[in-house]
Each structure stands twice: as structure tokens, then as C-alpha cells.
């Protein structure tokens, strides 16, 4: 069979268009109350909880699934706003955190928790999520297994 059912098209349309309005829908409301873009929250939260303040450049983009250059000129906006510092490192370059991306992760946090229950979890009965829950885990590693749960937070 060399093409998708019309229900497993279907089902295929509804997963993008609901993890795509979820995840635009958070990122707005994070945008909104801070200024922070999806991506800036998503470098900024990254370095802070995973690198505990600084990351390889390198391994940054690849936790991000960006492009290393996409990621660079990212970075150079977020430094030109004061957000983060690069810094040389043997061979490669460490994102450093700086105070006003700590101070603005900590403004964005409870922001990105009302938005995730508001967004998604609210708009669940206790059993579409536990379900969600366990249809997730034949799909992806358990959270905490993959540090890309942090893409949007």
C-alpha cells in the first residue's frame, strides 16, 4: 500500500493540526506576557535546566533540531537583547545564560505552566489524558529519557 487511507490521513491532519495549535497557542501566551519568542524560551530553558547555565553550542542546536546556523544567528539576537553570551571553548563555543535570561525564564515559567493546562491538559477529560498518555509513550521515550521535551518548555 503506497498511500494513507482516507482515515489515516485524516487521523495524520488532526495529530499536526492539534500539536501545532497547542504548541502556537503556548508560545503566544508565553510571547505575550514576556517577549520571549517560542525559540528564545526554548534556547533559554535548555541552557538554564540542562546545561545548569551554559551548553555546547553544538549540542544545543542538536537538542533544538536546528540547523547549527540557524541556531547562530538565533543566538546573536538573544545576545544583541541580553539574553545570552557566547563564549570560546576549546573547540567549539558555549551558550552561556546571562542574569536577564535567568530573570526572564523565571518570569516565563508559571506563564508556560497556565498556558500547558489551559491549552492542553483543560481541554481533557481525565481519561483522554491518561489515554494521550499512553499513546504518547508507544511514540516517543518516557520524559526526562530525551531533553527535546523542553522544546516548548
Do not use: C
Not at 48 to 56: F, M, N, S
Not at 63 to 92: C, I, N, Q
Not at 106 to 122: E, F, K, Y
Amino acid at each position: 500500500m503506497d498511500s494513507l487511507t482516507a482515515d489515516e490521513m485524516a487521523l495524520w491532519h488532526a495529530w499536526k493540526l492539534a500539536s501545532e495549535t497547542v504548541r502556537t497557542r503556548v508560545a503566544a501566551d508565553i510571547t505575550a506576557a514576556t517577549g520571549l519568542s517560542g525559540p528564545d524560551f526554548a534556547v533559554l530553558t535548555r541552557v538554564a535546566e540542562l546545561g545548569a547555565g551554559r551548553l555546547r553550542q553544538s549540542n544545543l542546536a542538536d537538542l533544538m533540531g536546528y540547523h547549527r546556523s540557524r541556531l547562530s544567528h538565533h543566538l546573536s539576537r538573544m545576545a544583541e537583547r541580553g539574553l545570552v553570551t557566547r563564549e570560546p571553548a576549546g573547540a567549539g563555543v558555549d551558550v552561556v545564560i546571562t542574569e536577564a535570561g535567568r530573570a526572564a525564564v523565571a518570569v516565563a515559567r508559571p506563564v508556560h505552566a497556565t498556558a500547558v493546562r489551559q491549552h492542553l491538559l483543560g481541554q481533557l477529560t481525565d481519561g483522554d489524558l491518561a489515554a494521550l498518555r499512553i499513546a504518547l509513550g508507544h511514540l516517543a521515550p518516557p520524559a526526562g529519557a530525551n531533553s527535546s521535551e523542553l522544546a516548548d518548555g
